[in-house]
């Protein structure tokens, strides 16, 4: 699906269910670390760990299950190394400059702001178990031969754990993420990762 069009979904959704019936106002904020890396190929290396910040709204909640936009900047460290030398083709300008400068090990900074939509199926009054999908602009600082520097997209699909503890929620949730800034600039591979980030929240 279209990225613009996966916005949109979210925000109409949201905003229908703002509106739903045996609607509970809930916040929340939480704090997350995470890691991972690139899903196995022998072309490049790219591992990565992040800092996030969540704010968490409850907008409908229903029998079984509940519903709840997410606001999740993220700061996130990754280093990167060019493996396969000729994914940089002669045809590009200055082809070896550009080898030379991307098969070093090099360090990325990426900032972004992702927005989510949660699905989450309570077990029991502590346990319950959700997916979230969440995408949003993202800035990185480094040009790679798969991604362009500066603006770009991430996407995530997560799985997560959750157990509550008195007003504390812990959270466990691993996820697939990806990288790209939708043919805006040149360099557009992107990246797709493995992650698993661990965190807690508790209510405002």
């Known amino acids: 699906m279209d990225k613009t069009k996966f916005f949109v979904l979210i925000l109409i959704f949201s905003s229908a ?4 019936q045996n609607t509970k106002r809930e916040t929340s904020i939480g704090f997350y670390y995470g890691f991972g890396s690139e899903i196995k190929n022998s072309n490049y290396t790219y591992t990565n760990n992040y800092y996030k910040v969540q704010l968490c709204y ?10 709840e936009l997410m606001l999740q900047p993220e700061l996130n460290f990754a280093t990167h190394q060019l493996l396969n030398l000729y994914f940089v083709t002669p045809e590009e300008i200055n082809f070896e ?23 989450r199926k309570p077990i029991s009054k502590k346990v319950s178990v959700y997916v979230l999908a969440s995408i949003g602009p993202m800035i990185t ?4 031969e798969r991604l362009s520097k500066g603006f770009a997209f991430s996407d995530v ?4 754990l959750s157990l509550k503890m008195h007003e504390v ?17 040149n360099s557009n591979a992107g990246f797709n990762t493995q992650n698993v980030e661990f965190g807690f929240s508790f209510p405002l």
């Open 17 to 20: 269910t703002f509106y739903g």
């Open 58 to 67: 409850l907008i409908k909640e229903t029998n079984h299950f509940k519903y």
């Open 97 to 119: 400059e550009k080898r030379d400068k991307f098969t070093k090990l090099k360090d990325i900074k990426e900032y972004a702001l992702g927005i989510g939509l949660c699905v």
């Open 141 to 144: 600082d480094s040009e790679t």
């Open 157 to 160: 699909l997560s799985l997560g």
């Open 169 to 185: 929620t812990f959270d466990i949730r691993p996820n697939r993420r990806h990288v790209s800034n939708a043919g805006i600039q």
